[in-house]
């Protein structure tokens, strides 16, 4: 075999070692880690202890290891299926969680130059929207297939609620799109490389801070977290539209979850946050590169950390309120920030 | 009449709920970091390791204590089995080789399904012979029949008395007082 000179075959190796270097090992490893830290960090933040008891010997490591002995569980534990008439429905549902969760991480420019990108697809962000809005067809599918009237009750509010909520969080990142001029997510983090005003660097939350806190809100209601989890709601449907999973099935579930709160993260830093940019620091040399990617991280951990405690501060929305506030206030909001957005460029334009 | 409760009418502030959001957000991190550097309001004992003591009146498992020779202090006299209300005492007396004691338990028995931990037998004895002082929480078991403390069984986690027999206390120096 002649690796070198075969284009196609340098592409498709390239691709597989940033894949598993970004997706595997930070993106699964965050969401893993994510698994014990929601659960410790609402500990801490409630004044009770939290998980500590899993050990290796005499080591317990914070609880540290209970994102070792919950995968342990989860396999060896029984896998129920439901008396459903659609056993095959109900065992795709979480696939169909997993893939398109994992699948958006393709664009995302994780370092400066197409070696930090999977894929530098033009229309990156129409790419992650087509891609994350296939998550409803989980959600409503294993509902369905359930064959459990809460979860079926669940399942009808999530279809409602995230596809309400895509119109919001779409019309929200046009502002963005239209002061960076391109829908490629590698070309918005370049445009916010410079400075206006001479010191503030030109990153969306300056540029665009309405739209930030839209798109917070519409991707943590896209992604069913509290305060938007009326699909879940365990004080009135059980678990709502997971009520029937378990095992490894629950796990992939709450996993892709998790690996959402990281594309939330990831997606934010990338839009809204600078990417992997660091006001004042330019050049290509290694070093700088690794600390470029270094605050793509940082970046991307601080909105994680943001998502955790709002999920922790903020008590469910009653389901009327969650549809009153995506239509009646997300929606209006998003296209006046559009409009205002219009003029003022056409106006900066024009003069 | 009906009281009137008073509603707080949201403004435009808190139903804009960002700002809101923002100091629920600023209570939880506080909160965090303050636990994050010692732990002054959580309240949690790690159980297995960590144990809280009893109070001294906390009345546990039973247990039946010794004269300073190491044998039984029970005379047999009945009274705690008569003022037990869950009638969970049974007692089986014989003569004792001593004259001075006359009778000593050979079954002292104990239904612990029964016994309502009241009490009551310690008060009743005359000899100090029973008391509810050990601090062993009710213990589980996998048999009903594992739940009938023995005489044995309730001197095994006995002491010798400080108590003399009758009702005056011992010099401290003649005494065993191990609890």
Request: net charge neutral; aromatic share 10%; hydrophobic share 50%.
């Amino acid at each position: 075999m002649h690796i070198t000179g075969n284009l196609l075959l340098d592409t498709i190796l390239m691709a597989a070692v940033k894949m598993v270097g970004f997706v595997f090992v930070f993106v699964m490893g965050l969401a893993t880690v994510l698994t014990w830290t929601e659960r410790k960090f609402s500990a801490v933040l409630q004044n009770r202890i939290g998980p500590n008891r899993a050990n290796i010997g005499k080591m317990r490591a914070g609880g540290l290891f209970h994102m070792i002995a919950d995968p342990i569980k989860m396999l060896t534990k029984e896998d129920f299926t439901p008396d459903t008439p659609n056993p095959y429905l109900f065992r795709i549902a979480p696939v169909l969680a997993l893939i398109p969760a994992l699948l958006v991480f393709v664009v995302i420019p994780f370092g400066p130059g197409d070696n930090f990108q999977i894929s530098g697809v033009d229309a990156g962000i129409l790419f992650i929207f087509g891609i994350a809005s296939l998550n409803v067809y989980s959600s409503v599918i294993g509902a369905w297939a359930s064959n459990n009237k809460w979860s079926l009750m669940g399942g009808l509010r999530i279809s409602a609620q995230m596809i309400s909520y895509e119109v919001a969080i779409g019309l929200s990142l046009c502002g963005i799109f239209m002061i960076y001029g391109s829908v490629d997510l590698q070309q918005i983090v370049i445009g916010q490389g410079t400075t206006f005003w001479g010191f503030i660097p030109a990153w969306g939350i300056f540029l665009q801070p309405l739209s930030f806190i839209l798109y917070l809100t519409c991707a943590i209601a896209e992604n069913k977290r509290a305060p938007f989890d009326v699909g879940e709601a365990e004080a009135e449907l059980t678990a709502g539209w997971w009520t029937e999973y378990s095992a490894m099935g629950f796990a992939v579930l709450a996993l892709s979850e998790f690996i959402e709160v990281v594309m939330i993260g990831c997606l934010g830093t990338t839009l809204f946050l600078g990417g992997w940019q660091i006001p004042g620091v330019q050049g290509s040399t290694p070093g700088i590169i690794v600390l470029q990617i270094g605050a793509f991280i940082l970046k991307t951990l601080i909105l994680v950390w943001l998502q955790l405690t709002i999920r922790w501060t903020l008590p469910r929305f009653r389901y009327d309120q969650v549809m009153r506030l995506g239509w009646r206030i997300l929606l209006p909001l998003a296209l006046a920030n559009l409009v205002l957005t219009g003029v003022v460029l056409a106006v900066i334009d024009r003069f | 009449m009906a009281k009137v409760v008073s509603r707080i009418e949201p403004d435009f502030a808190r139903q804009a709920y960002v700002v809101e959001a923002l100091k629920g957000v600023g209570i939880v991190t506080r909160q965090f970091v303050r636990n994050i550097f010692g732990r002054k309001d959580t309240p949690t004992v790690q159980y297995p390791e960590e144990r809280k003591p009893y109070a001294a009146r906390f009345r546990g498992r039973h247990r039946l204590m010794r004269r300073d020779d190491g044998q039984v202090r029970c005379v047999a006299c009945m009274l705690c089995a008569t003022a037990c209300p869950a009638n969970c005492i049974g007692i089986v007396a014989a003569e004792h080789g001593n004259p001075d004691i006359e009778k000593y338990p050979t079954r002292f028995e104990i239904d612990l399904l029964k016994c309502i931990y009241c009490g009551f037998c310690e008060e009743a004895c005359p000899c100090d012979a029973i008391r509810l002082d050990s601090g062993i929480h009710s213990v589980p078991s996998m048999t009903r029949r594992d739940q009938k403390a023995g005489v044995l069984n309730l001197m095994a986690i006995g002491a010798p008395s400080i108590a003399m027999q009758g009702g005056e206390f011992k010099a401290e120096s003649h005494g065993g007082d191990s609890h």
